[in-house]
């Protein structure tokens, strides 16, 4: 009998099943034979598919459900994923909690296995229904999804790992807890002083100025202006520079930001010969342009974003700073919030339960990043 049967589910969906040899645990590192029951298609991303799946050692105790990434064996991206997901454990980074190889039925080739926790929904998912139904994601809400990513984020740049696709659509949420995670690392990588890094990276509209401008020296802070734009996009329900190719993404940004500095351009890429956008695209001051886009956001939420979607990296906000922002303040003063459909206040998740390593991390800043005492 083959080990890889595939029958339909009572939704209709299709149920693989097959059985992996080298299932290893993340947690224990013991590594036995288990059955896997793929009954979901998830998503689709550039470096393979995610199904949703259940694991049994003996078909009576299930685990799961999980989110099985599969990518194509070695690859170097393939590996680097694996890497960073096995050396990170964090409130705010999904979790692996398994891993295998298997050859697809479909085209003989190997593919690397990622059992990672699995969350209700995307980011992406929750600003669209919000949008579609001419709703706003309550400020509250985009408060306690823009903690987490920066502290998810404080946390990674610590190991010097850049994510390198913070977008909407690769953060988990659980809306009815507030809880979030990063996922998909499989653009991510940990970066090292004067080693080039490739500068075609990221999803376009939020990618980093100096990305689109070809810096191959760049820093963890490309995340940092994701975080912005994801930021935005929480607030206006769409993503806020919609360039429609490379080059105009700059011009969309120059459209809020004002043009680029020349020593910006030439300390990013000397050899940039690409569109300059030096004429102002608008009338007034920058900051009058934030408070017209995002005037949601309220004075913190402004200066947070002014301060966070800025063309030089370093004067970009690091995670820790944002921690401490007041556009936290409510997170700070109110430990409830109310999710969407929900009549009744639910506690927020634990917001402020450093461990040992961040709090080395966030230094003098603890006084202002945890709640005062009552």
Not at 36 to 49: H, L, N, P
Not at 93 to 121: G, N, W
Not at 280 to 285: A, D, K, N
Not at 353 to 364: A, M, P, Q
């Amino acid at each position: 009998m083959s080990d890889n049967t595939d029958v339909n589910n009572e939704n209709g969906d299709r149920v693989y099943e097959f059985i992996a040899d080298d299932v290893t645990s993340n947690k224990s590192n013991t590594v036995r034979r288990m059955l896997i029951k793929e009954y979901r298609k998830i998503g689709r991303g550039a470096f393979g598919t995610v199904v949703q799946a259940k694991i049994t050692p003996n078909k009576e105790d299930w685990y799961g459900p999980f989110a099985i990434k599969k990518v194509p064996a070695q690859t170097e991206y393939k590996s680097r994923e694996l890497e960073i997901l096995r050396a990170t454990d964090h409130p705010n980074i999904v979790r692996l909690e398994y891993f295998f190889t298997h050859v697809s039925p479909l085209d003989h080739k190997v593919y690397q296995h990622l059992a990672m926790e699995c969350l209700p929904e995307t980011l992406q998912l929750e600003i669209n229904r919000y949008y579609r139904n001419k709703l706003e994601l309550a400020l509250k809400h985009i408060q306690l999804y823009s903690y987490q990513i920066a502290r998810g984020m404080l946390y990674l740049h610590a190991f010097g790992v850049c994510h390198r696709d913070i977008k909407p659509s690769n953060i988990l949420v659980d809306p009815s807890t507030g809880i979030l995670k990063i996922c998909d690392f499989g653009s991510a990588k940990k970066l090292e002083h004067n080693e080039p890094s490739i500068s075609y990276i990221c999803s376009r509209f939020y990618r980093a100025p100096e990305l689109i401008l070809g810096s191959t020296q760049y820093t963890t802070q490309v995340d940092i202006w994701g975080l912005g734009c994801v930021i935005g996009e929480m607030l206006i329900g769409k993503a806020v520079f919609q360039g429609q190719e490379p080059l105009l993404q700059l011009r969309e940004i120059a459209k809020i930001l004002g043009p680029p500095d020349k020593k910006f351009i030439f300390f990013s890429n000397p050899s940039y010969d690409g569109p300059l956008y030096s004429k102002p695209l608008f009338s007034g001051i920058p900051q009058s342009r934030f408070e017209k886009y995002f005037s949601r956001a309220g004075p913190e939420g402004i200066d947070l974003l002014m301060k966070v979607l800025v063309y030089e990296p370093q004067q970009r906000l690091t995670p820790r700073k944002i921690l401490a922002h007041p556009f936290f303040n409510d997170l700070r003063n109110e430990q409830y919030f109310f999710p969407r459909e929900h009549t009744q206040p639910v506690r927020l998740p634990n917001l402020f339960d450093f461990s040992d390593f961040e709090l080395r991390i966030i230094g003098e800043y603890i006084t202002q990043i945890r709640p005062q005492e009552s």
